[in-house]
């Protein structure tokens, strides 16, 4: 956030915001944003929750609480703010429920200007939302998931009186998504979540799953070249000179294979269900699930904020993706999404580079 945003909002801001479902929602918010929260507390009628919002439910109320409550702001230095917009936790909610499959939505603050920067290394996007997150206030958001590895961010869009903007965070593989080339481009959605909804489904998420698996394909696919470039010069110079990274030999078959086994799990899940029952390699695909998923070896989490753990590899490991690697390489080109749907906005698609061809024989070089 600059500094000029930074210095021109109120150092204590308490935001009241109209809710369906829980009648008016006050968030303190701020570089002093405890002055704001202890006058909350301190008003009869209004009910803490421990994302840090405040609820008044009962609307009848309204007129007797606010005369005490804005005499109270005023004791501690608060500045109120009415909302332009309804609270975001019912947008988010609403736009969960008509997404396909099985959403959730939690509503975060971001009471104090830095927590919002704690996002931005998480945000995996090409557009207007990671500019926003980085240069603009955002006081508050609210965060959807899939349950299965997905999870977008939402929040109000900055400098307009309406409007919401919705991108994605990295799969959870990566931890490198800042000015990422395959990110996919947050879109801007309108006042009406039933209509952002078939927004987000017939355009952002095609977008977005077509980002996921290209950019697994191509890390996949460079490690894999790697690793067979690395295991052909060993093969003819054990000796070799290699290089070492945190104390490791990075020239080494058996680790370049446990640092792209993540990506190369995930990878494999997204393939496996394009390949029809009976399929001739469906041996193959088998035999690499149970090399990449062994017995207590955490591939990825859903919970993107958790990294993978990279297990040991032995050298049976490296003998079974050798063989059978190129097979979910093969598929998982075949497998690649479609882009969104026709007519849907440029604005929408991620920015994808074509990938290269897989080499017919092993690299000389990277």
């Known amino acids: 956030m600059t500094e000029h945003e930074r210095q021109s909002r109120p150092a204590a801001e308490i935001i009241l915001s109209a809710s369906a479902s829980q009648g008016l929602v006050a968030v303190p918010v701020g570089e002093k944003y405890q002055w704001a929260d202890t006058a909350l507390r301190l008003t009869a009628g209004f009910e803490r929750h421990e994302t840090g919002i405040h609820t008044l439910r009962d609307i009848t109320a309204l007129q007797a609480v606010m005369p005490e409550f804005l005499r109270t702001a005023r004791r501690h230095r608060a500045v109120v703010t009415a909302s332009t917009r309804p609270y975001i936790g019912d947008y988010a909610t609403v736009l969960a429920a008509r997404l396909p499959g099985t959403w959730t939505a939690k509503t975060e603050v971001y009471a104090h200007p830095v927590w919002q920067e704690d996002w931005i290394p998480l945000l995996w996007d090409s557009g207007e939302l990671v500019q926003a997150m980085e240069h603009r206030r955002v006081p508050f958001g609210a965060v959807l ?29 990566f931890d490198d998504s800042y000015e990422n080339v395959f990110a996919p481009r947050s879109v801007v959605l309108g ?15 095609p977008a977005y799953e077509q980002a996921v698996h290209a950019r697994l394909l191509e890390a996949v696919e460079a490690g894999h070249a790697e690793f067979e470039q ?23 078959p058996a680790t370049l294979f446990r640092l792209l086994r993540p990506h190369a799990a995930q990878l494999l899940d997204r ?16 035999r690499l699930h149970a090399l990449l998923n062994p017995p207590g070896y955490a591939a990825r989490s859903s919970v993107l904020r958790v990294p993978p753990l990279l297990a040991p590899a032995s050298a049976d490991d490296v003998r079974r993706w050798h ?3 190129p097979v979910l390489l093969h598929h998982a080109r075949l497998a690649m999404p479609p882009a969104p749907s026709a007519g849907a906005s440029p604005a929408l698609a991620a920015p994808l580079r074509a990938l290269p061809a897989p080499p017919a024989s092993p690299p000389h070089g990277r």
């Open 323 to 325: 063989a059978d690697a």
């Open 230 to 252: 690395v295991r052909t010069a060993r093969s003819g110079a054990p000796q070799a000179a290699l290089a070492r990274v945190d104390g490791q030999d990075v020239k080494d």
């Open 271 to 286: 393939t496996r269900v394009s390949v029809a029952p009976g399929h001739p390699d469906t041996a193959a695909l088998g």
């Open 145 to 173: 998931g899939n349950g299965a590895g997905t999870e977008l961010i939402l929040i109000e869009r900055p400098g307009h009186a309406e409007g919401y903007l919705l991108g994605a965070c990295a799969s959870s593989t």
């Open 191 to 205: 006042a009406s979540p039933a209509r952002a909804a078939s927004l987000v489904a017939g355009q952002f998420l």
